[in-house]
């Protein structure tokens, strides 16, 4: 059994060590062969969670963030294994997991999971999470079913998991996100501190989208705005060569008048 150490949590320029190695131990496997959802609604919630956690922590290389992995919490006991939707382990370096063992990640327990309710799911399911979340130490756990738009939430006060009377009117002490849960199906609202809304892939690729298009007109515009004012440079050189040469050519008839006055005073000559 592997007892291997990960590496330093970051480099000195505070991002994630490259050289950060999950130590691979076959007793301890990577899968319960069961399917990460049980529905494409709740795939959906599992994936805008991680996702959005994930943008929300991007500077931080001490928050590890992870959807559907097997956390082992006691190596002596591989069968106490459970596989939260969304795990955030703070304190732990980002990197490739097979599993999340906690005596690899000097025993640091995940403080924050979510679970998103699916058909398959049971009350007594749910109880033995709840239980097992509870027996290991979890400081926020979150449930939410996207069918009915119930969101349940609880915070370990006086060494238990509590619930949280309004989950609406809260903030993730560890997280810092708020939740509105209308009782309506799919539609619950995850704000980041920002106040921003945690977005689904494609609302992100259309706002993406819609920046990109954004950004070429604006391009489009400035390129026309700088060939504008280049001709607009061009147009008033040309005006100022001109008024030039026309200056510099009065200037010579004017010298050569005047020459020519001169050259008639030197001869005796007037001229009218």
């Known amino acids: 059994m592997s007892t291997a150490r990960p590496g330093p949590l970051a480099t000195a320029s505070g991002t994630p060590d490259p050289l950060y190695v999950d130590p691979f131990d076959p007793e301890f496997p990577q899968s319960d062969g069961k399917p990460m959802a049980d529905s494409t609604l709740q795939y959906q919630w599992i994936a805008t969670i991680k996702e959005g956690l994930d943008a929300l922590f991007a500077d931080r290389a001490d928050v590890f963030i992870a959807a559907d ?110 939740f509105e849960a209308p009782p309506f199906k799919d539609a619950l609202v995850v704000r980041g501190p920002d106040g921003r809304r945690f977005r689904t892939y494609v609302e992100l690729s259309r706002d993406v989208e819609a920046a990109e298009r954004l950004a070429r007109r604006e391009t489009r515009l400035r390129r026309r705005a700088e060939r504008s004012a280049k001709l607009e440079s061009q147009r008033a050189d040309e005006e100022r060569r001109l008024r030039e040469a026309a200056e510099a050519e009065t200037r010579a008839a004017l010298e050569r008048a005047e020459r020519m006055a001169a050259r008639l005073r030197e001869l005796g000559l007037e001229s009218d």
């Open 69 to 178: 992995l097997l956390w082992y919490a006691d190596r002596r006991d591989k069968s106490d294994v459970v596989a939260p939707d969304v795990l955030v382990a703070f304190g732990r370096p980002k990197g490739h997991r097979r599993s999340y063992r906690e005596w690899v990640e000097e025993g640091v327990v995940p403080q924050v999971v979510f679970e998103i309710d699916s058909p398959s799911n049971t009350a007594a399911e749910m109880e033995r999470k709840l239980a097992i979340y509870d027996r290991r130490g979890v400081e926020e756990y979150y449930y939410y079913d996207p069918e009915s738009g119930s969101l349940e939430g609880w915070r370990r006060e006086s060494g238990r998991l509590l619930p949280i009377p309004d989950v609406e009117d809260w903030t993730s002490p560890r997280l810092g996100i708020s």
